[in-house]
């Protein structure tokens, strides 16, 4: 997709290299018709395709790994959780496909609202200001709590999920996760999303 | 080259300048580059649109289509 983006932009600037060399052999109308293409209709479309793409590309795992801060929350999906007491949730769902690999962080970290995407994106830019511009903060930490809909849009109708003891021993838990009330990641429950190298954290 | 209108020379460099910029989006791996040429490239291409207009007009107007 990308070079076919590319292709598109070198073919728009070849219209207007032919536009511009033989400018006093084309008729006005055909001046006006080759113009409005090269510089309103295409840019418009091609900066749809642009955009598009590049919100597919800042979704992948490897985007986020760009910043160093990073490393160890990514390098945590690849945790061997299989000798240790704790199963953090991010490995689980990273090794077992239960997410998709290319954009795991995205997948967890996203709502999935309408306009969720737009403000994971307005977030990638404060990111950006604060890695780039500021100190980073030494300690990571959610500007929100996790929320719950997050996991239910995959478990909320499961049948484990559904019929799980632990679920069902306080009978409004599920109630309560569906109106963001509680979270899945209390003490006592899924409390470990990621294992970093030296650390427990969140 | 003499016959081309100001503002149409203005409005293609502004055009290739964001074409550019937004094919540099698409093959660079840091987020501050693409935030950069993304942001940056838009910017130029709506210009480039926005001086064509001027143009445009500005042409109706010398003719008197806009009277």
């Known amino acids: 997709m990308k070079f076919v983006l590319i292709f598109f932009a070198v073919f728009n600037v070849v219209f207007l290299i032919i536009l511009i060399q033989f400018w006093s052999h084309f008729s006005t109308k055909t001046k006006k018709i080759i113009a409005f293409f090269c510089l309103g209709l295409f840019p418009v479309f091609w900066g749809i395709g642009v955009a598009q793409q590049n919100l597919k590309e800042t979704t992948a795992v490897g985007f986020c790994n760009n910043c160093h801060i990073m490393e160890p929350y990514v390098e945590s999906l690849k945790f061997n959780y299989e000798n240790s007491l704790d199963v953090p949730l991010a490995s689980i769902h990273y090794q077992n496909n239960w997410v998709s690999q290319k954009v795991a962080c995205y997948e967890c970290h996203t709502r999935y609202t309408m306009f969720g995407t737009f403000q994971a994106k307005l977030t990638g830019l404060k990111h950006l200001w604060k890695n780039y511009f500021t100190q980073p903060p030494e300690k990571l930490e959610l500007y929100k709590p996790f929320s719950p809909m997050e996991c239910l849009r995959c478990h909320g109708t499961s049948k484990k999920f559904l019929t799980e003891i632990k679920h069902n021993k306080d009978s409004d838990l599920i109630t309560a996760l569906k109106q963001e009330k509680r979270t899945c990641l209390e003490e006592g429950c899924h409390e470990v999303a990621h294992i970093l190298k030296d650390k427990k954290d969140f | ?67």
């Open chain 2, 1 to 67: 080259m003499k016959e081309i209108p100001k503002l149409f020379k203005i409005a293609m460099s502004l055009n290739l300048i964001g074409l550019f910029l937004l094919c540099l989006s698409l093959t660079t791996n840091s987020p501050l580059q693409l935030a950069l040429a993304f942001s940056v490239g838009v910017t130029c291409l709506l210009s480039a649109f926005i001086f064509w207009i001027a143009m445009v007009l500005q042409e109706a107007s010398r003719k008197g289509m806009l009277d």
